[in-house]
């Protein structure tokens, strides 16, 4: 917990209480009101200034945002390719170490807004597996008299 400088101020004043043994640091918590670890952590600081928070009040860089654009163009070629596939790809031909589940999420995020850039509405996918290899189509949007029906019921 990173104190306010309003209550770290307000903690700060029992410092020297506790260094004296005149109060302990639960008595310290009672008082304040804080967890005795967060009273300990900042009565035991050397320092003399208030913690600062580390947000700047922007969102944070994710590590997927480097290969963005990768991810991005591989979806605009094939949009149902698999979170895993792409995770795979920019491992072994880009060298990247960040995590699978933050690939997904993206890739979650980014499929309905590049299927709706694409200039087609089917796709076709191939399925190569070694008993059988099979095709099969899928509409982005979704088209059709089940999608109509679908769709104004959402809305």
């Known amino acids: 917990m990173v104190l306010d400088p309003q209550r770290w101020l307000e903690l700060r004043r029992f410092r020297g209480l506790v260094e004296s043994g005149a109060m302990s640091l639960s008595e310290v918590a009672k008082e304040t009101g804080l967890n005795w670890r967060t009273v300990s952590k900042y009565l035991s600081a050397d320092s003399s200034a208030p913690p600062r928070r580390t947000a700047s009040g922007q969102p944070r860089k994710r590590v997927v945002d480097e290969v963005a654009p990768l991810i991005?163009?591989?979806?605009?070629a094939e949009v149902l390719m698999k979170a895993a596939?792409?995770?795979?790809?920019?491992?072994?031909?880009?060298?990247?170490?960040?995590?699978?589940?933050?690939?997904?999420l993206y890739v979650q995020e980014a499929r309905p807004r590049i299927g709706e850039e694409l200039p087609f509405h089917c796709i076709r996918r191939r399925s190569d597996s070694p008993a059988t290899t099979t095709s099969t189509s899928m509409c982005w949007p979704p088209t059709g008299p089940r999608a109509k029906a679908a769709s104004n019921a959402r809305c």
Do not use: S
């Not at 991005?72 to 605009?76: E, I, K, P, T, W």
């Open 85 to 104: 596939v792409i995770h795979e790809r920019l491992a072994t031909e880009y060298g990247f170490t960040g995590n699978y589940q933050r690939v997904k």
């Open 72 to 76: 991005d163009a591989m979806l605009r």
